[in-house]
């Protein structure tokens, strides 16, 4: 079995970059200077606060869970945000979340 000829690590091929000592570490006056001619490309971060949600049920009869239903349905909106809506006319702090409709759409399948 011939023996494998290695590569010596003395030898530096010519096609090697130059090495570049590296600068030394700017100064804040010149970190702001350079922050503030670059411009912001992107937004400030904003933090979001953990959304919960718990479920309420509730009894009524069975009138007023028709008209809940035929006026979400004249609407075009769905029972929860008849209900919510109504909520917030009354000044309560509603997420705005909950009024809009967020319910899952069906897939054809």
Do not use: C
Not at 18 to 40: C, F, H, N, W, Y
Not at 60 to 65: C, I, M, P, Q
Not at 81 to 95: C, F, N
């Amino acid at each position: 079995m011939a023996g494998k000829q290695l590569k010596s690590v003395e030898r530096i091929p010519d096609s090697a970059p130059p090495v570049v000592p590296p600068s030394p570490p700017a100064d804040a006056e010149t970190l702001r200077r350079v922050a503030a001619e670059a411009g912001r490309s992107m937004p400030p971060a904003a933090v979001r606060q953990v959304r919960r949600t718990v479920l309420i049920n509730v009894k009524v009869s069975e009138g007023l869970a028709l008209a809940l239903a035929d006026r979400a349905e004249a609407e075009g909106i769905t029972q929860k945000q008849v209900i919510t809506r109504a909520l917030a006319a009354l000044g309560l702090p509603v997420d705005p979340l909950d009024l809009e409709d967020r319910s899952p759409r069906r897939r054809r399948g």
